[in-house]
Structures are given as C-alpha cells and as structure tokens.
C-alpha cells in the first residue's frame, strides 16, 4: 500500500516519511521551508535524482537541489515525485499549513492610480505583460538556495495576502510585504541574482526584477532611485536602489515581493534573519 503523509502547520524541515510499501524505510528527499500557503518550499535530493511537481518535471541543480511554492490560497496537497538515479523512488504530498489573511483599508492614493485614466491603460497592460514574461524565465542559476536577508529596514506597513480596498475600491490582494522608510533609504539585494527587469513604471513607479533561479524571483516597487541595469549580475547585499513613494503609494515604502514562475509568494517566510528594526 502506498502511504503518503498529507503534512499541516509549519515545520522548518521535513524529512520524507515511509516510501513505496515500504514502511520502515524513509525516503530520500526532504522538503524545508515555512510549508504553508504563499511560501517558497527548498528539496533536496540525491544528485542526480529527476524530481516531479504533480507530474511535471522540476528543474534540479547538479546536486540534487531544488525549489517550488505553494500558491497563497492553495488547499490542496502538492505532490513532489523523485526518481533516484540508481533506479527506485519516492512519492510524497506536501499540503500547505493554511494563513488567515487581513483587510486592509488604504485611503490617500493618488486617485489615478486607483482608478487610472483611459489613456494610460494600454501603457499599464504593456508593463503587467513584461513582467509576466519575465517571470516564465527558468534560469539554471541556484542563488536562491542562500536564503534571503530583509531588503531594506522599515516598519512593516503592509503584509502578505491582505484583502486591499484601496480609496474605498476593492482590489487584488496584496502579494507583497510593505516596509516603511524614509525617501532615500538604501535597498539590498537580499541574495545573489540577475536583473532581469529595471524600469519605471505607471502602478509599481521604479521597479526592479531580480532572477535568482529556478523561477524563483524577487521584485521592488515604488523606488526614488534604482542603482543597478537589466542583465546586471547582483550580489547579496549590494544597494540595488532607494526606497521612494513612486506608482501606486501613500508615502515611501518598499515593496517587496517574491515569485515562484507566476505564484506569488510571501518573501517574509524566507528570511534567514529577524528583520530589521524600524529607522
Ligand atoms: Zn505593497
């Protein structure tokens, strides 16, 4: 009989349970990270092994390494297949610990960007495609396995998941965690990666995509200033840019989100660190 062990509330790591009918012997990859909804998850299997997502084959790094999210509402388990290179496998479902997420009421928005006038629409759908695209990028690189430091310091002034209901009008969801500073305040790149996208945009004013692999990417919106250029390789810790009020803001913040291909993930979930105290 095949068991699976269907796995609720959060766990730093997971070691796989019983394999194929074989009660006693556990598998051989493990799966850590925050484990619920909205959060990016880190496998690690024997090198060489070829790893499935619900039946989709996942890129996998020379060792074995290899990374995947759950989607912020998802309820249902996610099913991580791994095939060992000396024959023989294991097959494993991982069902994300459920969030509970907050309304949040923003009022002060320039009202433009709220409800943005007709002749910019097309500008908006340009800018949303671009870095839809963007996000379809399966880079070879590993560099999200570092984890990631907080970018910038800064009351957190919005969190993941909240409904949004902006100038009275309900919106999307906010994907992204809020982080309240001063004009001007230095962003880090939480972790090595590529610039995939860095730009000035209508809703997201100075916006700046980083590749870190794999899919798994991060983004900063609403910069005063942005320091780096598309298809520039960053490092940990360098100034990427400044935290402004630029797009769709009430004052300067920062934006931070995190995605796995188009999921939207909570990048709050994987900070190694505490983040940092308010300026
Ligand atoms: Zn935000």
């Given at each position: 009989?095949r068991?699976?062990r269907?796995?609720?509330?959060?766990s730093?790591?997971?070691a796989?349970?019983?394999?194929?009918?074989?009660?006693?012997k556990?598998?051989r990859?493990?799966?850590?990270?925050?484990?619920?909804?909205?959060?990016?998850?880190l496998g690690?299997?024997?090198r060489?092994?070829?790893v499935?997502?619900?039946?989709?084959?996942?890129?996998v790094?020379?060792?074995?390494?290899f990374?995947?999210?759950?989607?912020p509402?998802?309820?249902k388990?996610?099913?991580?297949?791994?095939?060992?290179?000396?024959?023989?496998g294991d097959?494993?479902a991982?069902?994300?610990?459920?969030?509970h997420?907050?309304i949040?009421?923003i009022?002060?928005l320039?009202?433009k960007?709220?409800?943005?006038?007709p002749?910019?629409?097309?500008?908006?759908?340009?800018?949303?495609?671009?870095i839809?695209l963007?996000?379809f990028?399966?880079s070879?690189?590993?560099?999200?396995?570092?984890?990631?430091d907080w970018?910038?310091?800064?009351?957190?002034?919005?969190?993941?998941?909240?409904?949004?209901i902006?100038?009275?009008?309900?919106?999307?969801?906010?994907?992204?965690?809020?982080m309240?500073?001063?004009?001007?305040?230095?962003i880090?790149?939480p972790?090595?990666?590529?610039?995939?996208?860095?730009?000035?945009?209508?809703?997201?004013?100075?916006?700046?995509l980083?590749?870190?692999?794999?899919?798994?990417?991060t983004?900063?919106?609403?910069?005063?200033?942005?320091?780096?250029?598309?298809?520039?390789?960053?490092?940990?810790?360098?100034?990427i840019?400044?935290i402004?009020?630029?797009?769709r803001?009430?004052?300067?913040?920062?934006?931070w989100?995190?995605?796995?291909?188009q999921?939207?993930?909570?990048p709050?979930?994987?900070?190694?660190k505490?983040?940092?105290?308010?300026l």
């Amino acid at each position: 009989m095949r068991r699976r062990r269907f796995l609720i509330g959060a766990s730093l790591s997971f070691a796989a349970g019983p394999a194929w009918g074989q009660a006693e012997k556990p598998a051989r990859f493990s799966v850590a990270g925050a484990l619920a909804q909205g959060s990016l998850a880190l496998g690690s299997a024997p090198r060489g092994s070829l790893v499935a997502l619900d039946g989709r084959p996942l890129r996998v790094t020379a060792d074995g390494r290899f990374a995947f999210g759950f989607g912020p509402d998802q309820t249902k388990p996610s099913l991580v297949t791994v095939r060992y290179p000396e024959g023989g496998g294991d097959s494993r479902a991982f069902t994300p610990a459920v969030r509970h997420y907050e309304i949040q009421r923003i009022n002060g928005l320039p009202q433009k960007t709220v409800t943005p006038p007709p002749e910019v629409l097309a500008r908006i759908a340009h800018e949303a495609e671009t870095i839809y695209l963007a996000r379809f990028t399966d880079s070879g690189g590993a560099d999200f396995l570092s984890g990631f430091d907080w970018p910038a310091p800064g009351l957190e002034s919005g969190v993941f998941g909240s409904q949004r209901i902006d100038n009275g009008v309900p919106v999307s969801p906010h994907y992204g965690v809020d982080m309240a500073a001063p004009t001007g305040t230095p962003i880090r790149a939480p972790a090595d990666g590529v610039v995939a996208i860095c730009d000035d945009y209508y809703l997201d004013g100075g916006f700046t995509l980083i590749d870190h692999g794999q899919g798994v990417s991060t983004s900063y919106l609403h910069q005063s200033k942005r320091l780096v250029k598309a298809g520039e390789a960053v490092g940990r810790g360098q100034r990427i840019g400044l935290i402004g009020a630029t797009g769709r803001a009430t004052g300067p913040h920062l934006h931070w989100a995190m995605n796995w291909f188009q999921l939207r993930l909570d990048p709050s979930l994987s900070t190694r660190k505490p983040k940092p105290d308010p300026l």
